[in-house]
């Protein structure tokens, strides 16, 4: 059974500092990691995908990839109240079908 | 069109009855996905067509559920004698071609509840 494994919160961060969201999957065989966004009542937004292990940034956002550990992450810096959302991770396996984590709903205190 | 666009946007039905939720996906994108989100919870893979193709339905919970691209474009996903566990966001979303690898492009979704 493949799994991918988030903190579902939420996770408070106040507003200007750096939110760290994370997430761990099972299959080794896993091509590509996905960070979705999703306000409440809507439907998921893609932020960022990546690939290879280390970095990637875009803007405020950073995903980083551990593929040893299995562990794939996203920061983002100086958190706005407009980042309050739900934060989805989705693992792409090798029949390109993605996987997805239940989310960690994220809250930016002004 | 600009983007996946899906109909109707809410949907009650009463307990037994049919329904058909329908997915006009970006122009060109030939990977069509259908998911069910329930609340709370991640979206669940229902099925995978590429062009007019039905890959994979290995996530179709029962055989109430049934989808559809006969050309390739428009996708319909049905569901008879709708149970009240059929309540949840029916999720379509696109992709172009050799664009899978860099994630999909999600329609607004169908809020079914069944009462």
């Known amino acids: 059974q493949k799994e991918v494994e988030q903190n579902s919160g939420p996770l408070s961060v106040p507003e200007g500092a750096i939110a760290s969201l994370n997430c761990t999957y099972s299959d080794r065989g896993s091509q590509s990691f996905f960070w979705y966004r999703q306000y409440s009542g809507k439907s998921p937004e893609l932020i960022m995908f990546?690939?290879s292990n280390g970095d990637k940034e875009d803007g405020r956002f950073t995903a980083q990839l551990n593929k040893a550990s299995q562990y794939v992450s996203l920061l983002i810096r100086d958190s706005q109240p407009s980042d309050s959302a739900t934060y989805l991770c989705a693992v792409m396996d090798s029949n390109y079908q993605l996987i997805w984590g239940a989310g960690t709903k994220l809250i930016i205190k002004p | 069109g600009a983007g996946v666009s899906q109909s109707p946007r809410y949907k009650v039905a009463k307990r037994g009855q049919d329904v058909a939720l329908r997915c006009d996906p970006i122009?060109?994108?030939?990977?069509l996905f259908w998911y069910q989100q329930a609340l709370g919870q991640g979206p669940e893979f229902l099925t995978y067509?590429?062009?007019?193709?039905?890959?994979?339905k290995s996530g179709l919970p029962s055989d109430r559920f049934f989808a559809e691209r006969p050309e390739g474009s428009v996708s319909t996903l049905k569901i008879q004698r709708t149970q009240q566990e059929d309540s949840a966001v029916y999720l379509c979303a696109s992709s172009s071609p050799g664009g899978v690898v860099y994630g999909y492009t999600f329609g607004s979704g169908t809020r079914l509840t069944v009462v």
């Open positions: 122009s060109g994108h030939v990977s």
């Open positions: 990546i690939y």
């Open positions: 067509f590429q062009n007019e193709a039905q890959l994979d």
